[in-house]
């Protein structure tokens, strides 16, 4: 199971940090992502880890404004997301899939609910 927090209301320019807790099974060989959809949107990738940290991903809208990290002793992954702007409002879901980083939704196999982020202009 994993549950995201940390979203809300920020005005642009802001920055939050969302947080993603994984229970059930240890994560720690798994491959974590940060995807993001707005209304009316298809869901779409913003970054994701490989299990040991030693590689990253981003989406080009989001790179060097968001950063992803991960703590394999509390089972957690987080996006920072500095300079928000008001098309990355959205709900921001993690993901887990075993071992390699992929952008793609479809191959990750376990889903948090979602956290709404919202910023204003």
């Known amino acids: 199971r994993l549950t995201e927090s940390g979203g809300g209301l920020v005005q642009a320019g802001g920055s939050l940090r969302l947080s993603c807790v994984a229970s059930?099974?240890?994560?720690?060989?798994?491959?974590m992502g940060w995807f993001r959809q707005a209304p009316g949107k298809e869901r779409e990738f913003v970054a994701a880890?490989?299990?040991?940290?030693?590689?990253?991903s981003y989406a080009d809208s989001v790179k060097g404004r968001f950063t992803i990290s991960r703590d394999n002793a509390k089972n957690t992954v987080y996006l920072q997301m500095n300079s928000l702007k008001p098309e990355d409002t959205a709900v921001y879901y993690c993901?887990?899939?075993?071992?390699?980083?992929?952008?793609?939704?479809?191959?990750?196999?376990?889903w948090g609910q979602g956290t709404q982020v919202t910023v204003s202009s």
């Open positions: 993901a887990a899939k075993e071992w390699v980083v992929t952008t793609i939704a479809g191959e990750y196999n376990y």
């Open positions: 059930g099974r240890t994560f720690r060989t798994y491959a």
């Open positions: 880890m490989s299990w040991s940290g030693a590689s990253t």
